[in-house]
């Protein structure tokens, strides 16, 4: 082992020693079993939660410190230091080996953290008089916890090189602190729940959170695995296309700003951006003579492609986080008077988010064209767009649409070509 990190395992151990001694002398005695014992074992449960139930997620926004805030209150700096140091041991399974001094020093610092922020508390609380609900003091204890444990923390993975090098101690504390921020409301939440409310409920808050975090964690492992399947959808598209290619992610950055226009929820907008990226994917089942033929298309032609819609639908009808949208997609081409394929739907049947990416796509053709028919101009566009309203288009929507173009928020697409494809564009909220 490296000398420095000798020299600082011995310094954190000793200093870890002298303060329990010091706490202890003045608190040991004062010792409440019930709640030392409640508050360990809630902890413990916590801490090794991932492998009594297989949970996909690690504790990732730590529940040590929202825990701690509570006892920072009910018992004294001693015995939330000791609370903190035992309760956070991780019964590991055997693969990683038992290091004692990595144990010794994650004790040492979850009980110097806690003493710091027990003794915050404290200080605070009698310096401010605080009467009622105790925020600031709180909030003082979570902030000395968090800087003494992260500090420590830092310290040893500096010297025993890990990758914290590469990140500089700001970046370090500015990715952390929003878990602080995350810590304290969570920890006040918790403490009303066993200030007002007692043990059982404070414990079912805690259940009630864990399970809101698995939720969230297993939702944001669903966005990814979208944005993949979307981003291999979008290559077998333009593969197969290279005419259209980019339109299904122009199409997607009009239909974001269309939706913004008209207010939708994020959520929703989310959800039909996301059609809009693959709308065509049904066009990989289309005949290749068909798609790049540069002429007009014949009837029987038209007719062919006029499928992609439930070709698209059944390919992605079976894959469940895709399912929900998947309306939108397969009406894409419904028009508002009724004559519009597949089912020939009208008005407000049809599906808002399918009545937003009408427009859209049918804007992205008028802009760039067609092999037998030159892009339109704004003007151009915007006279065939109200042409179209109240027969193919919904006429509020492409009202909303037309101010979009008036106000020149696509006055980039209309000089079309390099522009185009040099187009960044990402869909931020
Ligand atoms: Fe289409
Ligand atoms: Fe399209």
Not at 2 to 21: E, G, Q, S
Not at 239 to 245: F, L, M, V
């Amino acid at each position: 082992m490296d000398k420095n990190l000798k020299l600082y395992l011995t310094t954190i151990f000793t200093a870890a020693f002298l303060v329990f001694l010091r706490l202890g002398s003045s608190y040991i005695f004062d010792f409440a079993l019930n709640e030392v014992l409640f508050f360990t074992a809630a902890l413990l449960i916590l801490s090794n939660m991932s492998m009594l139930f297989n949970s996909i997620s690690k504790v990732i926004t730590s529940m040590n410190l929202p825990i701690l805030l509570t006892t920072f209150v009910v018992l004294n700096p001693f015995w939330a230091a000791v609370v903190s140091a035992v309760g956070t041991t991780e019964f590991k399974t055997r693969e990683s080996g038992f290091i004692w001094f990595k144990f010794l020093f994650n004790r040492a610092v979850f009980f110097l953290s806690a003493a710091a922020g027990a003794l915050a508390f404290n200080f605070t609380q009698a310096r401010l008089g605080e009467s009622g609900f105790p925020f600031s003091a709180l909030l003082a204890a979570s902030l000395i916890y968090f800087l003494v444990d992260n500090i420590l923390v830092y310290i040893v993975l500096y010297l025993a090189e890990n990758d914290i090098k590469q990140t500089s101690l700001i970046n370090y504390f500015f990715e952390l602190s929003k878990n602080l921020v995350t810590s304290y409301f969570i920890g006040i939440i918790l403490f009303a729940s066993y200030i007002y409310f007692g043990k059982v409920f404070f414990a079912l808050v805690i259940v009630l959170l864990y399970v809101i975090k698995d939720f969230f964690y297993s939702r944001l492992q669903q966005i990814n695995s979208y944005t993949q399947i979307v981003e291999s959808f979008l290559k077998v598209i333009d593969s197969k296309d290279h005419y259209t290619e980019g339109h299904c992610k122009r199409v997607a950055y009009y239909t974001y700003h269309l939706c913004k226009q008209l207010g939708l929820s994020k959520t929703k907008s989310e959800k039909i951006i996301n059609v809009a990226k693959i709308h065509d994917i049904g066009k990989i089942y289309v005949n290749d003579e068909v798609l790049k033929s540069s002429d007009k298309l014949s009837n029987t032609q038209y007719q062919e492609i006029k499928k992609h819609a439930v070709y698209g639908y059944q390919l992605l009808k079976d894959i469940d986080i895709l399912k929900e949208e998947l309306d939108v997609l397969l009406h894409h081409h419904e028009r508002w008077d009724g004559t519009g394929y597949p089912d020939g739907l009208s008005e407000k049947e049809i599906p808002i988010g399918a009545r937003i990416l009408n427009i859209t796509d049918s804007f992205d053709v008028m802009t760039t064209g067609r092999s037998y028919k030159a892009p339109l101009t704004k003007m151009e566009t915007i006279e065939e767009l109200e042409i179209c309203s109240g027969s193919q288009f919904d006429p509020e929507i492409a009202a909303e649409m037309i101010k979009l173009i008036e106000d020149g928020h696509f006055d980039n697409n209309f000089l079309r070509e390099d522009l185009i494809s040099e187009y960044q564009f990402s869909i931020e909220y």
